[in-house]
């Protein structure tokens, strides 16, 4: 049959056949930020259109071509987020967060927007993992939210990822900097992409990110920020490199790494991995230290990055590195003879009072019928209840996989199940 209404293009449905695969992400990541000692936050989908203009910057892509922009019924300027620091550091300057805590370490997940081409790794509405420090210049956390980012990958159990780190420098540096690109720039302006001879004057650090081949010629042999970086810019970004030595974090120094938003000073860095094609880029982050500024904030700094869960499972899944649980259920319930309905009920609520998931497949019949889905269900155990037993008050426990099953007393059956569990 075929469907009345379809996905806007570029976005994707996550089915339960699939959705195992985002928990494992969810949780891996939800479990590196308690080992860094990070709390949640969550943001609302949309905020006022002007809060991205001003922070990712309207010289960038997101602004300038990609942002789900709307007017609503008011007449407000608003937008889907196209991504998350905006927001966060919104909320810590208008909750006041950094009045009551000196650092802020925040953590969130959720989907984004941007009117893009789609292709393999790219959508219209795609999922983020990020993290933002806030309040902090120390060169130290540079290192420790690269180590985060590291960390969370190798606990996946990926490997073959690069890791490249550079300097941006403030804008004390950016003004000699921006000089000197445009003085190499210009005589081959004309062979540039239309982009990037408006980034020319604008904006030319971001010729340097231009994926257009042309473009990333000609950018081959230009002028490095590395040469440019004043005497403390350049102290931080050795002191990072110190801290990442120390935590043993491999890394190579990529000077064409700018990253595309405005915000950004000082260290940049991008999570890579080359099997990915194109879109190769798993995490991107870098420092923001004006920022929060910039949103009506007291002169803190700030540094996070963000990553995808799409590329990242692409990732995990060329690398064979996603295996779903054993079991997706603990106990399915099967009876022979309708009415032992009530007593399945009672059985099946009183189990998942005692936290084992159970389920029962209540329309079928014939124990036949129930046993099928049984097996589909993937439970670990299934119990079968039958008219003889239920005069002992007993209860048979079978092991899905092997067939193995014993007869229990029902009273015995959570020890049992518990004993079980644990060995
Ligand atoms: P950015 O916010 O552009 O620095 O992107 C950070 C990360 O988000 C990238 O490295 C990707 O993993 C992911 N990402 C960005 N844009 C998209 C998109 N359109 N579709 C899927 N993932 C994306």
């Known amino acids: 049959m075929k469907a009345k209404y379809t996905l806007p293009r570029g976005t994707y449905d996550i089915l339960p056949q699939e959705s195992w695969k985002w928990k494992i992400i969810k949780t891996a990541f939800q479990k590196t930020a308690s080992l860094f000692s990070y709390q949640e936050i969550v943001t609302p989908i949309f905020e006022q259109a002007a809060l991205f203009e001003r922070s990712v910057g309207d010289t960038s892509d997101i602004i300038q071509k990609e942002m789900y922009k709307f007017e609503d019924k008011k007449g407000r300027q608003f937008a889907l987020r ?6 966060v550091v919104r909320s810590v300057v208008e909750h006041n967060l950094l009045q009551q805590e ?21 959508y219209r509405q795609f999922y ?15 290192a420790e939210v690269v180590a985060f980012a ?7 159990g990926l490997r073959n990822f690069q890791l490249e780190i550079n300097s941006i420098g403030c804008n004390n540096c950016s003004q000699d900097f921006d000089k000197a690109l445009i003085e190499y720039f210009l005589p081959h302006e004309k062979l540039l992409c239309q982009d990037c001879r408006l980034r020319l004057n604008k904006n030319p650090k971001r010729i340097l990110d231009c994926k257009v081949p042309s473009c990333k010629k000609i950018a081959q042999e ?13 102290t931080h970004f050795k002191k990072v490199q110190e801290y990442l030595n120390t935590l043993e974090i491999p890394y190579i120094v990529n000077p064409k790494i700018v990253r595309g938003l405005d915000y950004y000073t000082q260290t940049a860095f991008e999570f890579t991995d080359s099997n990915l094609g194109a879109q190769s880029t798993l995490i991107g982050g870098g420092r923001y230290n004006k920022l929060v500024s910039e949103l009506g904030g007291k002169d803190v700094a700030g540094i996070g990055f963000a990553g995808g869960f799409e590329r990242l499972l692409l990732s995990l899944e060329s690398e064979k590195l ?5 079991y997706d259920l603990d106990i399915f319930v099967v009876i022979a003879g309708e009415n032992l309905e009530l007593h399945a009920i ?4 009183f189990l998942r009072k005692n936290s084992f998931s159970t389920d029962f497949a209540f329309e079928k019949k014939s124990v036949r019928a129930q046993m099928k889905a049984a097996d589909k269900s993937n439970a670990k155990y299934v119990l079968l209840l039958g008219e003889e037993e239920l005069k002992e008050d007993k209860i048979v426990v079978r092991k899905l996989q092997s067939g193995v099953q014993t007869t229990l007393a029902k009273n ?3 020890s049992f199940l518990r004993n079980d569990e644990s060995r």
């Open 102 to 122: 000196q650092q802020q370490k925040l953590y969130y997940m959720g989907p984004m927007f941007r009117y893009d081409r789609p292709q393999k790794g790219r």
């Open 322 to 326: 996603l295996s779903r649980e054993a």
């Open 82 to 87: 196209p991504e998350g620091t905006a927001s």
């Open 222 to 234: 230009a002028p490095s920020m590395l040469d440019y970086l004043d005497s403390e810019c350049a």
């Open 346 to 349: 009672e059985l099946i609520h």
């Open 412 to 414: 015995n059956l959570i």
């Open 150 to 156: 590291d960390l969370f990958l190798r606990k996946l």
């Open 128 to 142: 983020q993992y990020g993290i933002e420090l806030l309040g902090s210049n120390h060169p130290y956390y540079d």
